[in-house]
């Protein structure tokens, strides 16, 4: 009799635990959507791609959608993507999706991220709640340098 008592525990055991590793892993994380007509404009980014000395050469392209908000003041909703440790940042990453996320983006129907540059002065504290960006946006054709493609300058928390 114990011992069909300690088989019929470690079954209800074993159901529970299966039960909440459903729970964890069976479902996509939630999260608030962020497309706007600005991140739509920011999803037409191409790139020309050619090759020399055996390497493979991305070159961004913007057409004529995104050059239209080129150096022009855009508020851009998403979540904050760190570049540095700390818990204050002046330089970011901002994505329409959550940092457990983020390997999606700039893949489908998912824009690439956008490299954030605040006012002189400015930090924004790390959270993993969506926040608001204003600021200039400038497109960016020289990454050799590191940086994105796409920035925004003497940005602003909101």
């Known amino acids: 009799m114990k011992k069909l008592i ?21 479902q996509v994380p939630d999260h608030t959507p962020m497309m706007n007509d600005t991140w739509e404009k920011i999803n037409t980014l191409m790139y020309k791609v050619t090759h020399k000395d055996n390497q493979t050469i ?18 851009l909703p998403g ?7 700390g ?16 390997m999606f983006c700039g893949q489908g129907e998912v824009p690439p991220m956008v490299e954030i540059f605040m006012k002189k002065g400015k ?17 960016n054709s020289n990454t050799q340098e590191g940086n994105a493609e796409i920035q925004i300058l003497d940005a602003e928390l909101i």
Not at 8 to 24: R, W
Not at 58 to 75: Q, R
Not at 79 to 85: D, I, R, S
Request: aromatic share 10%.
């Open 6 to 26: 300690i088989i019929a525990f470690m079954a209800i055991g074993i159901y529970g635990a299966h039960a909440q590793q459903d729970e964890l892993f069976g």
């Open 58 to 75: 991305y070159t961004p392209h913007f057409p004529d959608e995104l050059k239209a908000i080129d150096k022009k003041t855009v508020t």
């Open 79 to 85: 979540y904050l993507v760190p570049m540095n440790g």
């Open 87 to 102: 818990r204050d940042h002046e330089t970011f990453m901002l994505s329409v999706l959550p940092i457990m996320q983020c």
């Open 123 to 139: 930090k924004v504290r790390f959270t993993e709640e969506p926040i608001k960006i204003k600021g200039t946006v400038h497109l």
